[in-house]
């Protein structure tokens, strides 16, 4: 594996990772820029890629925001725990439906051209989590190609090899983890 | 035991540990006994000789309970546009068609890639027209190579069976939910009695979980599904036709993804016999059985030729094939086709493609007596190339 998922801009319509030997991480592993690790090891690295971001974002899709469940609420306790703990803004991807030249980068992200709100917000990082996954990647591409945003997926099924960071599975109980880790480095304890 | 009392296993249990029995019936008779344990919510069908059989008996499961729904459509287009719409809809579905069927329905295909649905059908391939003929020939998989849809090519009734029953699960993955077509010889396979395993235990494999789709099935309770779902290309700019672009990279990738549950199920892309031969021949679905007795007729002339079953189309195992014939001096590549596609294939991922020896090619129903493989191993003969 020769390629590397690192942060853009890398040009004019980069390619898929996996069309190069980029694979998705098995169970308890994770992947950074295009190379499998262990699930802990993503987990800091990703803490300490938003407590040294300048801007960092989340962006929640609509997996979260639309979902009324106690399990979708307590995700969304969470993700706004961390973008407190982390200083982070958020900025929401409530649908899929491409809304040029109408939309509004400074309250939407759409995962057809996020580049406008990348490049609005002057976001360094941004974070996906309850996107799906086939609209997660068309973002993480489009962003990887034209931005020099480092982006990272939290993401409930596989795993995404177009983010530059990317946990598998990642649950209520993984977000819990991550915060407690952003919370143990701002102490200085990891 | 009553379809709704089956016990849900996976599909690894279905594969690997469910109890079997030996049966003898037909390729169409396999494409029944694969779909009565698989789950499936909705067949439709459309009749086209050969694959007219196959489909007919999905019916009659429909008929004891084992198959939810069941309708024939008013051609193969409308068939596939159907089944496009029941996969939106967030369930499993199956269908089968073959040769100028396919070609009625073929818009159809592509956009099932595009649109990522996980839709399993069978392909009993025959002849295009003109001029008419129903008989055997493997051209409308080359028309398939680039629509995105993962393609698996069965040699004989068990792999029919076998990757029918992994196919659901490998296309309802996440990280794949593309469309998968298993394809097999017409008349060669779907109209010959075969010894076939069966699963005989009462099981059938766990339900689709639309929930876990990698874009929103049709929900008009939760946003955001709309009835729209790929990005317009209406606008004349950069960022429509970019997000259009990237959608087709995505499901390039998919099919990428696909390799590692491919090869759980599968074992391996290919199968290699007597590898270190310096002649290999290298084929798919009924030209392996072919070979195989070509094989048998050079040792006994005491020529050492080895054979390369390819059992994935799309994903393509390019680096397996590469790898496999790094020491062949001479490659044969039998095919039940006129174009030569996997002699295309193949011949684009190796070095030295010029070791291969075209053919031989028989296409419009014509049988591929291994005498005609011995003449090209042996004499570079030019047969239907």
């Not at chain 2, 249990?13 to 469910?18: D, R």
């Not at chain 2, 029918?164 to 017409?186: C, K, N, R, Y």
């Amino acid at each position: 594996m020769n390629y590397k998922v690192l942060k853009g801009p890398e040009g004019y319509l980069p390619p898929a990772a996996s069309m190069h030997g980029v694979c998705l991480p098995e169970k308890d592993e994770a992947i950074i820029e295009g190379e499998c690790v262990l699930r802990d090891v993503c987990i800091k690295h990703i803490a300490k890629i938003l407590l040294e971001a300048k801007n960092p974002t989340f962006f929640p899709g609509p997996l979260v925001i639309w979902r009324t469940t106690d399990y979708a609420l307590e995700r969304g306790r969470l993700i706004r725990e961390i973008a407190k703990e982390t200083e982070a803004n958020i900025i929401p991807m409530p649908d899929y439906r491409p809304k040029y030249p109408m939309i509004n980068p400074a309250v939407e992200i759409n995962p057809n051209h996020p580049n406008l709100t990348i490049w609005h917000n002057k976001i360094d990082v941004g974070i996906f989590i309850g996107v799906h996954c086939h609209q997660a990647n068309l973002a993480l591409k489009i962003i990887r190609g034209g931005t020099d945003c480092y982006t990272v997926a939290l993401c409930a099924e596989e795993g995404h090899e177009e983010a530059n960071a990317s946990l598998r599975d990642a649950d209520n109980n993984t977000l819990k983890t991550l915060l407690n880790v952003i919370r143990e480095m701002k102490r200085g304890d990891v | 035991m009553p379809a709704n009392e089956l016990r849900e296993v996976s599909t690894e249990y279905m594969l690997f540990k469910a109890k079997r029995e030996e049966q003898f019936i037909t390729g169409s008779e396999a494409v029944k006994e694969a779909a009565r344990r698989a789950n499936i919510d909705i067949a439709i069908a459309y009749p086209i000789t050969p694959q007219s059989e196959s489909m007919h008996l999905v019916g009659d499961l429909y008929a004891e309970g084992y198959v939810r729904e069941y309708f024939r459509g008013e051609n193969e287009f409308a068939v596939m546009s159907e089944i496009a719409g029941a996969a939106m809809a967030g369930v499993r579905t199956f269908t089968a068609t073959c040769g100028p069927g396919t070609l009625r329905a073929f818009e159809n295909f592509p956009m099932w890639s595009g649109a990522r649905l996980p839709i399993v059908m069978s392909f009993m391939t025959r002849v295009i027209n003109a001029p008419l003929s129903i008989q055997p020939d493997t051209i409308e998989m080359s028309f398939l190579l680039d629509t995105g849809m993962m393609m698996m090519h069965a040699e004989a009734a068990q792999d029919l069976y076998d990757m029918l029953l992994m196919s659901f699960d490998i296309a309802e993955q996440t990280s794949v939910h593309i469309p998968m077509g298993v394809f097999v010889d017409g008349f060669f396979v779907t109209h010959t009695r075969q010894k076939v395993n069966i699963v005989t235990e009462d099981v059938k494999l766990k339900p689709y979980n639309p929930g876990m789709s990698p874009v929103a099935h049709i929900d008009m309770e939760t946003p955001p599904f709309r009835l729209m779902r790929d990005p317009f290309v209406m606008k004349s700019n950069y960022i429509s036709y970019a997000a259009h672009a990237s959608w087709q990279q995505e499901v390039m990738a998919s099919a990428q993804r696909a390799k590692r549950y491919i090869k759980k199920y599968l074992g391996g892309f290919i199968e290699h016999e007597n590898p270190d031969a310096p002649i290999q021949i290298v084929a798919s679905g009924t030209a392996v059985s072919q070979s195989r007795e070509a094989i048998k007729m050079l040792k006994a002339e005491g020529v050492d030729a080895g054979l390369i079953k390819i059992k994935v189309i799309r994903p393509f195992p390019g680096n397996e094939v590469k790898a496999a014939l790094s020491g062949a001096e001479k490659i044969i590549i039998p095919e039940f086709n006129r174009v030569g596609w996997l002699c295309r294939e193949v011949a684009s991922v190796i070095p030295n493609n010029n070791r291969i020896v075209p053919g031989p090619r028989v296409y419009g129903g014509m049988t591929m007596p291994p005498e005609v493989i011995v003449q090209v191993v042996k004499e570079g003969a030019l047969v239907g190339v």
